[in-house]
């Protein structure tokens, strides 16, 4: 608790009791100090006391001891004394109240200079992320607990439904084994209209989760022209993550670099091995499948465009429960140069290690397919040297590989015809 709280805790703000405070200080200054002389003057005053124990012996006043020096009183009444020394507290109590409240004053500008709100184009993309986190954290809270709340309430009814089903067997054949929160689990239903929901869902819930996974991977507010990381890194949970970070500036605005993207997912996906199924204007379905030995590969993908006023974002999300894959990139427009912009692009793939099998075995063929098809360097050549014995695993990374030249070349195809252009014009 800072110090203007405590404060604000301590002094009273209420005008009414501040007023009856000066009107108690007014009322004991105003107090006639020659009351207490008229009072009763049959009875003895401190100060009558005071000369009667003068005229003792000098004998016995030397055996006493010496008072304490206390402060001047006015040479009064006993009730005057007492007076005095109430307006004098007051007085130092009312001083006191008065320091305490300008140093309240004080901190109240301090603290408002502190938060008074920047101007909008000033505020730091790190603070506008934390507010954005924190919202989502606060959904999710919410969110899970009132999930945990339901099921507490509704668990002694489940339990009793569920007997009672199982008691009617024919009830078995009429369900299909789906649910509308299939999607939460990755899955797609045969239901058309279930199924372009449940796609709808799978791309937003990631479209939330991009600038916590961007931060996550320290690619949230880069700014370099040229940045490139690949390798894969061991899970708590026993599984692989492979991460491929990537950052290019184009000498192009980001609506053309965005186009040429999109329409290259779109040039990829149209060959005998992907079958692609347009949901709308801005969201694909695809399902992809290949050989890899005697082993059939399949990788069924939802990819999906977002418009911003100073950015597009493109990103990818396998419905698959054996293979996690999923990629944002970003468009996003330079503010110092109108013309230019950053491709900020993140792929995660996450692979489980079969039983059985060493983890630091699966790392190395996940290293040797990086190094394999170039995914660690900024060029889009193979190095053939590099042996990379697992099947499945080289046909998913040449998969990669082939949709990762598509898309340079489409980008370059299109910064090219856009400076020619600018050039003409």
């Known amino acids: 608790m800072d110090s203007t709280t405590m404060l604000e805790m301590l002094l009273a703000t209420d005008e009414q009791v501040e007023d009856d405070f000066s009107f108690l200080c007014q009322l004991l200054e105003d107090s006639p100090s020659e009351a207490a002389e008229d009072s009763d003057t049959s009875m003895p005053n401190l100060e009558q006391l005071s000369t009667n124990s003068s005229t003792q012996p000098p004998d016995r006043q030397a055996t006493k001891r010496k008072a304490p020096k206390q402060d001047a009183l006015p040479a009064v009444g ?159 949970d026993g599984s692989v993550l492979v991460e491929v970070k990537r950052q290019t500036l184009h000498p192009a605005p980001f609506r053309v670099v965005s186009k040429a993207f999109r329409d290259a997912c779109s040039a990829h996906a149209s060959n005998a091995e992907a079958d692609i199924n347009f949901i709308d204007s801005s969201t694909v379905y695809q399902r992809f499948s290949c050989m890899a030995g005697e082993v059939r590969v ?41 013309n230019e912009c950053r491709q900020t692009t993140l792929t995660q793939v996450r692979v489980k290690v079969p039983p059985g099998v060493p983890e630091h075995l699966v790392m190395e063929i996940i290293q040797r397919g990086i190094e394999r098809y170039g995914f660690d360097q900024l060029s889009n050549e193979e190095n053939a040297h590099v042996q990379l014995d697992n099947e499945v695993t080289a046909a998913i990374m040449e998969y990669g590989k082939r949709m990762q030249r598509v898309v340079t070349a489409s980008v370059a195809a299109a910064i090219e015809a856009y400076l020619s252009q600018k050039a003409q014009g």
């Not at 603070?127 to 954290?137: G, K, S, V």
């Not at 209209?193 to 961007?214: G, T, V």
């Not at 022209?225 to 894969?232: E, G, N, R, V």
């Not at 698959?320 to 110092?336: I, K, R, Y």
Request: charged content about 30%; hydrophobic content about 35%.
């Open 78 to 236: 006993a009730r005057n004394r007492f007076q005095y020394r109430q307006r004098e507290e007051l007085k130092q109590l009312r001083g006191h109240v008065e320091s305490l409240k300008a140093q309240l004053a004080s901190e109240r500008l301090k603290h408002q200079a502190l938060s008074k709100p920047q101007d909008r184009n000033q505020v730091s993309q790190w603070e506008l992320a934390a507010r954005q986190q924190l919202l989502e954290r606060n959904h999710a809270l919410n969110e899970n607990k009132q999930l945990k709340e339901a099921l507490e309430e509704q668990a002694t009814f489940l339990d009793q439904m569920q007997r009672f089903f199982m008691k009617k067997p024919r009830f078995e054949a009429l369900s299909d084994g789906t649910s509308s929160d299939d999607w939460k689990a990755l899955k797609l239903t045969a239901q058309q209209s279930l199924r372009e929901a449940a796609i709808h869902a799978i791309a937003d819930r990631q479209y939330r989760r991009m600038q916590h996974a961007f931060i996550t991977a320290g690619l949230f507010g880069l700014a370099h022209d040229k940045y490139l990381s690949a390798m894969p890194r061991l899970q708590p």
């Open 298 to 338: 399949h990788c069924n993908t939802v990819r999906k465009y977002y418009r911003e006023d100073t950015r597009d974002i493109i990103l990818r999300r396998t419905v698959l429960e054996d293979l996690s894959f999923h990629t944002w990139s970003v468009v996003s427009g330079v503010v110092e140069q109108t």
